[in-house]
């Protein structure tokens, strides 16, 4: 059974994310803030996706000022070092290698910004992947699903043979935590 909802921004271009509330029965619209994305480099994983995911709110609130909007950010971490989206193939081969048989976080932020109300969290989900062989790799990332992904690859489409397990929220790691995305709307009666 779909969920009743009154109509938000969601401030993406990210087809996953898309995805995830289509998927949860809500109604949004969808705006690209194209915010800038970067932060001082003092910032942890954590600090990064909130701060990103507020800044692409507040872009996409200054255009419709009057909205509810929902924007998040995502990254992974692993040694002390955060990785998001891969610039080409060969950034994307390497991080697959780096992420081969051990375990990473991925972060995402989220911004729910209304007039007079802004509320900016994140979530954790761990992420083991199997070993991968550099034929595996290079066949994952020929196919193009690791293009525009945090980490360089998407656990909702092929990504998903290459995870062992993981330990959190799924929708986190495809993009947003929807569930608790949707618990914190409904204070604003939105859902």
């Known amino acids: 059974m779909a969920m009743k909802s009154k109509p938000f921004i969601l401030a993406s271009a990210s087809p996953s994310r898309k995805m995830l509330l289509e998927r949860a029965g809500v109604e949004f619209e969808v705006v690209v803030s194209g915010a800038e994305e970067t932060v001082p480099e003092t910032y942890g994983p954590a600090e990064t996706v909130e701060c ?58 989220v911004c729910i910004l209304a007039p007079g109300y802004t509320e900016v969290f994140h979530q954790r989900t761990r992420v083991d992947f199997y070993s991968l062989e550099d034929e595996e790799i290079e066949d994952y990332v020929r196919e193009g699903e690791s293009r525009g992904r945090a980490g360089s690859y998407g656990i909702e489409g092929k990504g998903v043979t290459l995870i062992r397990s993981i330990c959190g929220d799924y929708s986190n790691v495809v993009g947003l935590p929807v569930a608790e995305t949707l618990r914190r709307l409904r204070k604003l009666s939105l859902q």
């Open 52 to 109: 990103l995911a507020k800044r692409k709110a507040e872009a996409v609130a200054e255009l419709h000022p009057d909205q509810v909007i929902v924007a998040a950010d995502s990254m992974v971490s692993i040694d002390g070092i955060m990785l998001g989206k891969p610039k080409d193939d060969t950034e994307a081969k390497a991080t697959l290698r780096r992420l081969s048989g051990r375990s990473h976080d991925l972060y995402t932020g």
